[in-house]
């Protein structure tokens, strides 16, 4: 044992350190925190769509079609702003995650030293507190902790580590302090291997928005080369056209079936979305929490560091009748217990900052408090002392005290009990009979702007759920001065002892106190199975299992390491007032994506249609690859990425790719229609193949603008006095300018032939025939709202 004890306290030498190093013994990540520049490079430029374009651009020039090619600058231009997006978006959330990087109390040459947990190596000693998560395997030296292997293992207990036991890579230390060795470090380690593991198989769960992205970019995929093949084949053999008009239809058809942006759109809307909430001291670990942010409809909080600020002070100590000696005497006994306890939370801190008599009694254990029993205990020679929530210690003699008890707590003042303790503390569930000596009162003041952060998620609709240890009546005082809604409706959690009292009570009741880490993770998961979509927030290992199964996990920087290391988000200025900036984030990436998205799934409609439509009509595709280039600009190209960037804090509802479809089904159908009719007339010569081509583009065009026009009024959450956007109006205005350029001034460009009077006048017709596109998507949008 002595041997153990100068071990732990002396460390390795620096030359030892760097021995380890040389023969790459560190605790390197097996999972580095983002993309390599040259990953990023890589896929944006050799993706399965590149090479499909690729492969038609060489084919146009085989043929000499070389005007044809200009789709071309846009699809480099989309290669090149998703490659400078993620850049610079990697840029700034390396910078970030270096600041939340997790760090260990190492020691080294006999003195500790706070080092980033990576630059650990194996038989470095390390200080494991309250709070921190296991960095690598270990084995303890020296010391007592209480440890929590339920991200590992699924068991819940408290584990106690002494000298000899080893310590697994991914728990965490609930309680107490010990120094170990690490055994295993890197790839070696538990959690390493583990998620090495995790990477041969299937990825995560991914959000709703990325699974409906790739089901259309799958089946578009899929598509295009059977459809173009066949195309060629019946445009040149069976219709008898030459080489060089069958490859332009095909491959206007196939460009047409591809969404190439949507995806760009997607990963650039998110990249910049991370980067605002970078700046904004927000640091993403999971892009996807960015739509679950958004769909959030209820917040998870603790009253502690969300509701309060994160300091607390002493106010009052009242002695009881328990204790026949002194007042003065009785504060020389709690400053003896409070400097046995580690400041490993900010209730004791606040207790060493107002019990600091000088020591007199010398402690023989101590117990560091748990969350789980509600209590801290210190053994001293002659006899055992308890600090913690009067219900759980007082138990059969709570009654007698209840009434002062709640009195304090309606003042929101939390109340915590001293007693003197029969039995041998273990850090279990008090069993023995214990004396009262004292009520020691905290107040926790509300925090600045809490007010307004609360009043915020009650305008969108988000409910707001206070989970905490404390007192329910305390808390609840405490939630009625932050205005949160419903704050009066309250319930004692450890009152509830079933799975179904628990969903009855999540569904009832606004704020919960005296709840048990286990009991906070059965919360959310109550709320989940409610069909609600739970944001968590957390700072405490008492909040680790909750936050992992919350849908969106969010940590505070100043909380514990377990806390930082699971959650998806983490508030790096530990400012819960932050938040309505980062669910505002979260919704206006996801409307804008899923409003931008119809514009491409309107053109893989129509093009996907049309292509199977004229292979059985035998007649010519209207389109050469040139002319869908100016469409495409038009009506998706310019408007979608602009569309992306503007404010949106509507909050979202239904499915993404019911939503979209609903979006551009209407718009998609009014083309093929038109387009249809074209064809009939010039298949029996009322339309000359001069003219052709021309109407199908102005049709196509006009349907595409219109429902831009669509897009411009107004939405729900906008103050706008007018019916509509002037900036979505403005723009689809704008747009029309720059299409009606195209034709009467570039038509030698996009193959585009003038229109006689006769053509104009049936234009007329045409674009009276596509204005019924607004019937169509009334009636679309109707009953797909009623199939929600």
């Given at each position: 044992m002595k041997n153990n004890i100068n071990e732990a306290h002396q460390g390795l030498s620096t030359e030892e350190v760097e021995k380890r190093i040389r023969n790459k013994q560190t605790n390197k990540s097996v999972k580095p925190p983002s993309k390599s520049v040259p990953e990023i490079i890589f896929g944006n430029i050799f993706t399965y769509f590149n090479l499909i374009f690729a492969i038609l651009a060489i084919l146009l020039a085989l043929v000499q079609s070389y005007r044809d090619m200009t789709f071309l600058i846009i699809i480099v231009a989309n290669t090149l702003i998703g490659i400078v997006q993620e850049l610079r978006s990697k840029s700034v959330l390396d910078k970030m995650n270096m600041l939340s990087a997790p760090y260990a109390l190492v020691v080294r040459n006999g003195?500790?030293?706070?080092?980033?947990?990576?630059?650990?190596?194996?038989?470095?000693?390390?200080?494991?507190?309250?709070?921190?998560?296991?960095?690598?395997?270990?084995?303890?030296?020296?010391?007592?902790?209480?440890?929590?292997?339920?991200?590992?293992?699924?068991?819940?207990?408290?584990?106690?580590?002494?000298?000899?036991?080893?310590?697994?890579?991914?728990?965490?230390?609930?309680?107490?302090?010990?120094?170990?060795?690490?055994?295993?470090?890197?790839?070696?380690?538990?959690?390493?291997?583990?998620?090495?593991?995790?990477?041969?198989?299937?990825?995560?769960?991914?959000?709703?928005?990325?699974?409906?992205?790739?089901?259309?970019?799958?089946?578009?995929?899929?598509?295009?080369?059977?459809?173009?093949?066949?195309?060629?084949?019946?445009?040149?053999?069976?219709?008898?056209?030459?080489?060089?008009?069958?490859?332009?239809?095909?491959?206007?058809?196939?460009?047409?079936?591809?969404?190439?942006?949507?995806?760009?759109?997607?990963?650039?809307?998110?990249?910049?979305?991370?980067?605002k909430l970078a700046k904004n001291k927000v640091l993403l670990h999971e892009m996807k929490s960015i739509e679950t942010l958004a769909r959030v409809d209820v917040l998870c909080v603790d009253k502690t560091g969300t509701i309060t600020d994160t300091e607390m002070k002493v106010t009052e100590l009242i002695q009881l009748d328990g204790f026949n000696k002194s007042k003065d005497e009785l504060k020389q006994l709690i400053s003896d217990f409070t400097s046995a306890q580690k400041a490993d939370n900010i209730t004791m801190q606040a207790m060493k900052d107002y019990f600091k008599d000088k020591v007199q009694l010398k402690p023989v254990s101590v117990s560091g408090f748990s969350s789980q029993y509600k209590y801290s205990g210190v053994q001293f020679e002659n006899e055992s002392y308890v600090l913690g929530a009067p219900e759980f210690i007082l138990r059969d003699m709570y009654n007698q005290y209840k009434e002062d008890?709640?009195?304090?707590?309606?003042?929101?003042?939390?109340?915590?009990?001293?007693?003197?303790?029969?039995?041998?503390?273990?850090?279990?569930?008090?069993?023995?009979?214990?004396?009262?000596?004292?009520?020691?009162?905290?107040?926790?003041?509300?925090?600045?702007?809490?007010?307004?952060?609360?009043?915020?998620?009650?305008?969108?609709?988000?409910?707001?759920?206070?989970?905490?240890?404390?007192?329910?009546?305390?808390?609840?005082?405490?939630?009625?001065?932050?205005?949160?809604?419903?704050?009066?409706?309250?319930?004692?959690?450890?009152?509830?002892?079933?799975?179904?009292?628990?969903?009855?009570?999540?569904?009832?009741?606004?704020?919960?106190?005296?709840?048990?880490?286990?009991?906070?993770?059965?919360f959310v998961q109550a709320l989940k199975k409610q069909g609600r979509t739970v944001a968590m927030t957390g700072d405490g290992v008492n909040d680790v299992l909750a936050l992992k199964s919350s849908d969106c996990s969010i940590a505070m920087a100043n909380g514990s390491d377990a806390t930082r290391n699971v959650s998806q988000l983490v508030l790096l200025d530990s400012n819960f007032n932050s938040m309505p900036k980062v669910v505002a984030e979260g919704r206006r990436s996801i409307n804008n994506i899923q409003r931008s998205a119809s514009l491409f799934l309107v053109k893989t409609i129509y093009s996907t249609i049309l292509a199977l439509?004229?292979?059985?009509?035998?007649?010519?595709?209207?389109?050469?690859?040139?002319?869908?280039?100016?469409?495409?600009?038009?009506?998706?190209?310019?408007?979608?990425?602009?569309?992306?960037?503007?404010?949106?804090?509507?909050?979202?509802?239904?499915?993404?790719?019911?939503?979209?479809?609903?979006?551009?089904?209407?718009?998609?159908?009014?083309?093929?229609?038109?387009?249809?009719?074209?064809?009939?007339?010039?298949?029996?010569?009322?339309?000359?193949?001069?003219?052709?081509?021309?109407?199908?583009?102005?049709?196509?065009?006009?349907?595409?603008?219109?429902?831009?026009?669509?897009?411009?009024?107004?939405?729900?959450?906008?103050?706008?006095?007018?019916?509509?956007?002037?900036f979505r109006l403005l723009l689809a205005i704008c747009l029309t300018f720059i299409f009606i350029f195209g034709l009467k001034y570039l038509d030698w460009w996009f193959n585009i032939a003038p229109l006689s009077p006769i053509m104009d006048l049936l234009f007329r017709i045409i674009l009276q025939a596509a204005i019924n596109f607004f019937i169509i998507y009334i009636v679309i949008k109707k009953i797909l709202t009623m199939t929600k």
């Open positions: 003195e500790e030293n706070l080092i980033m947990a990576e630059d650990l190596v194996k038989d470095d000693v390390v200080n494991f507190n309250a709070g921190d998560q296991i960095c690598a395997d270990a084995v303890v030296l020296e010391g007592e902790s209480y440890v929590n292997e339920s991200l590992l293992t699924g068991e819940q207990d408290e584990i106690s580590k002494k000298p000899g036991d080893r310590l697994m890579s991914g728990s965490f230390v609930v309680s107490g302090n010990c120094y170990a060795r690490l055994t295993e470090v890197g790839e070696e380690s538990y959690i390493s291997k583990l998620t090495i593991e995790a990477k041969k198989m299937r990825t995560g769960e991914q959000s709703e928005m990325i699974r409906s992205l790739n089901k259309i970019v799958k089946l578009a995929g899929i598509a295009i080369i059977p459809i173009g093949l066949i195309l060629f084949v019946q445009q040149f053999w069976l219709s008898g056209l030459p080489i060089k008009e069958s490859v332009q239809a095909m491959v206007a058809a196939v460009i047409g079936m591809i969404p190439e942006g949507l995806f760009l759109l997607a990963s650039v809307t998110l990249a910049i979305s991370a980067m008890i709640e009195k304090y707590s309606k003042r929101g003042q939390r109340v915590l009990a001293f007693c003197k303790y029969e039995g041998i503390l273990d850090g279990k569930e008090l069993t023995e009979k214990v004396t009262p000596c004292g009520l020691i009162l905290i107040e926790n003041p509300i925090r600045e702007n809490a007010v307004g952060t609360f009043k915020y998620f009650n305008e969108q609709g988000v409910e707001i759920k206070v989970i905490s240890g404390d007192n329910p009546i305390t808390v609840s005082e405490v939630a009625k001065k932050a205005k949160i809604k419903n704050a009066g409706k309250y319930i004692d959690a450890s009152k509830l002892e079933t799975d179904e009292e628990i969903e009855d009570a999540v569904a009832k009741y606004t704020v919960f106190g005296r709840v048990t880490p286990q009991q906070k993770r059965k439509m004229f292979l059985f009509m035998g007649s010519s595709y209207p389109f050469v690859p040139v002319q869908l280039s100016l469409i495409s600009v038009v009506t998706i190209g310019i408007p979608s990425f602009i569309l992306a960037l503007e404010p949106n804090n509507e909050k979202i509802s239904g499915h993404f790719l019911k939503n979209i479809i609903a979006n551009s089904l209407s718009t998609g159908i009014a083309i093929i229609l038109n387009i249809f009719v074209l064809t009939l007339l010039h298949k029996y010569n009322i339309i000359s193949n001069e003219y052709f081509s021309t109407l199908c583009i102005i049709s196509t065009g006009t349907c595409g603008l219109l429902l831009l026009f669509t897009l411009a009024k107004k939405r729900k959450n906008e103050d706008s006095k007018l019916p509509f956007s002037i």
